[in-house]
């Protein structure tokens, strides 16, 4: 945890048992490894446990799985600081290179992946018909 701690600027909180944790005081957990086969089934397991609409599950790096409560995404940011700037959403792009940015393309009017983003998110950049910002 020394690369998270400097990363994040605080201690992290160790948890062992999630069933002894009030997840409605929780805005994001993360999990971190090196093992990236374990990283990947991990995902599909936290996808699976969080599909009832109660979190979102992505990548924030290689070796990050994010959950996160469904209002604590970076989509809701823009929207936020958008507001309080009085800026229109339709004036607004944003930049993202990993999944947990996704949320971004759902309200920014323009969209930009960076070069070295995964397929899905330079995929996720392009607008997609019908949706309303």
């Not at 070796?63 to 309080?84: F, M, P, S």
């Not at 004036?91 to 993202?96: E, G, H, I």
């Not at 971004?104 to 397929?119: H, R, T």
Request: hydrophobic residues 40%; proline residues 2%.
């Amino acid at each position: 945890m020394p690369l998270e701690t400097r990363t994040v600027g605080y201690e992290g909180v160790r948890v062992v048992r999630f069933d002894e944790l009030d997840l409605n005081a929780v805005d994001k957990i993360v999990g971190s490894t090196a093992d990236t086969a374990c990283s990947n089934a991990s995902k599909g397991r936290s996808q699976s446990n969080w599909k009832e609409g109660r979190g979102h599950v992505a990548r924030s790096q290689v070796y990050y799985l994010d959950i996160t409560n469904l209002q604590a995404n970076k989509g809701t940011a823009v929207r936020e600081l958008a507001q309080r700037a009085n800026v229109l959403l339709e004036r607004v792009a944003v930049l993202s290179d990993m999944g947990n940015d996704m949320a971004m393309f759902e309200v920014a009017s323009v969209s930009i992946a960076m070069g070295q983003a995964a397929e899905k998110v330079r995929r996720g950049r392009e607008p997609r018909l019908g949706q309303q910002r």
